[in-house]
């Protein structure tokens, strides 16, 4: 399988964010610290937003980097209105991990701001949806955990339509199991 080096910055470190023009938040989980000093390997698991606007370099620079393991974490709803772009190949697996309510039944955070119902979203209102992520959907976050701690599935990538909450959630997640520190596990689930 080829995969494709990340490219460097000045200081030698890869960079994070895989540059893509139709995925705005494809990242390599790889270089963070871990309790004993080491690094999470590069190059092995990865976190995005959506992958349905994937253009057709998009989708090279993805086929060169071998994905071979997707884990979807969007709803059905959300599935529907925005099927992936990343072309099938006999090595690749989807796997679909549901988080959340079918958003076709409930407003969204942001639908609720707008009508007024919600007048305030700081800090605290995320730590409890996150809290609340955590724990609705420990069981799914606990097998998408146990894919990434796997070599046969890297390179792998999980996703949701942002790639913010549910994939930082779950990038928090696959951190904390390598023992990454807290700043780091706090900074997967912010960006």
């Known amino acids: 399988m080829n995969r494709a080096a990340a ?3 000045p200081e030698g470190d890869r960079e994070r964010l895989v540059p893509l023009m139709g995925a705005m938040n494809f990242r390599d989980l790889g270089g963070y610290r871990v309790g004993d000093g080491r ?3 590069w190059g092995c698991v990865y976190r995005s937003d959506g992958l349905d606007q994937l253009t057709d370099t998009d989708q090279s620079v993805l086929a060169a980097r071998g994905i071979r393991l997707v884990c979807d ?9 925005a099927p992936s772009r990343l072309p099938d ?5 989807r796997l679909r991990f549901p988080i959340g309510g079918d958003t076709g039944k409930s407003a969204t955070i942001l639908e609720r701001i707008l009508a007024g119902e ?8 995320m730590s409890d949806l996150y809290v609340a ?17 796997q070599s046969a599935n890297h390179p ?4 949701s339509t942002a790639g913010k909450d549910r994939t930082g959630v779950a990038a928090a997640r696959c951190c904390w199991v390598c023992s990454a520190s807290a ?9």
């Open 7 to 9: 490219p460097m910055t």
């Open 39 to 41: 690094r999470v390997r």
């Open 73 to 81: 974490l969007r709803n059905d709803v959300e599935v529907t209105a």
């Open 89 to 93: 190949h006999p090595e690749l697996r």
């Open 118 to 125: 919600i007048r305030a979203f700081g800090t605290e209102a």
């Open 133 to 149: 992520v955590l724990e609705v959907a420990a069981v799914t976050l606990a097998e998408v955990v146990l894919l990434a701690a």
């Open 156 to 159: 792998m990538v999980f996703h």
């Open 183 to 191: 700043t780091t596990t706090s900074s997967t689930t912010t960006s």
